[in-house]
């Protein structure tokens, strides 16, 4: 009889706990096209004193965004990139081509945590960011206004605040 009650305490625990574990492994899906249309349009921000930087998105087709950035001291172009992403539903998330110049290619991923957060990595690092050679976390603080803070090999090396040109 004890042997039995304890043996239905035991399996009342492992069921109440699976049934948690598994309810904090649950990652919620967000609807990853709507939440890339935040970006649409013109940006603008400062890099250092006489250095801004540009960003034009636009969509493309119906699941794509084109952008193009560009840094620019006084009249010299400092750099210049193009990026043509589109979402992949297997992965959930945005892929791309960052083609910047002077540079070589790379495929990059881009997915939304929430509705205001985004990671941007490299492909190959999509599985574990954190311990991503380069990516960038960003948030929309608003409608109008955005910080990324880009990482290499996991350390903060830049912040970019972004607002929208209207």
């Given at each position: 009889?004890?042997?039995?009650?304890?043996?239905?305490?035991?399996?009342?625990?492992?069921?109440?706990?699976l049934s948690e574990i598994q309810a904090q492994t649950t990652q919620p899906k967000f609807n990853q096209v709507e939440l890339m249309?935040?970006?649409?349009?013109?940006?603008?921000?400062?890099?250092?004193?006489?250095?801004?930087?540009?960003?034009?998105?636009?969509?493309?087709?119906?699941?794509?965004?084109?952008?193009?950035?560009?840094?620019?001291?006084?009249?010299?172009?400092?750099?210049?990139?193009?990026?043509?992403?589109?979402?992949?539903?297997?992965?959930?998330?945005?892929?791309?081509?960052?083609?910047?110049?002077?540079?070589?290619?790379?495929?990059?991923?881009?997915?939304?945590?929430?509705?205001?957060?985004?990671?941007?990595?490299?492909?190959?690092?999509?599985?574990?960011?954190?311990?991503?050679?380069?990516?960038?976390?960003?948030?929309?603080?608003?409608?109008?206004?955005?910080?990324?803070?880009?990482?290499?090999?996991?350390?903060?090396?830049?912040?970019?605040?972004?607002?929208?040109?209207?």
């Amino acid at each position: 009889m004890k042997k039995s009650f304890l043996i239905l305490v035991i399996v009342g625990f492992l069921v109440i706990g699976l049934s948690e574990i598994q309810a904090q492994t649950t990652q919620p899906k967000f609807n990853q096209v709507e939440l890339m249309k935040q970006f649409n349009g013109k940006w603008e921000g400062e890099l250092a004193k006489d250095t801004l930087f540009y960003v034009d998105f636009k969509p493309f087709g119906t699941t794509g965004t084109d952008m193009y950035f560009k840094v620019v001291a006084g009249d010299n172009v400092l750099s210049e990139i193009m990026e043509l992403f589109g979402y992949n539903s297997k992965l959930n998330k945005y892929i791309g081509t960052i083609l910047e110049k002077g540079k070589d290619a790379e495929i990059g991923a881009c997915w939304f945590t929430s509705k205001n957060k985004y990671i941007v990595t490299y492909l190959n690092d999509i599985s574990n960011p954190d311990k991503a050679s380069w990516k960038c976390d960003g948030v929309f603080k608003s409608p109008d206004a955005i910080t990324e803070i880009e990482y290499q090999n996991g350390k903060a090396v830049m912040t970019y605040n972004y607002k929208r040109v209207k």
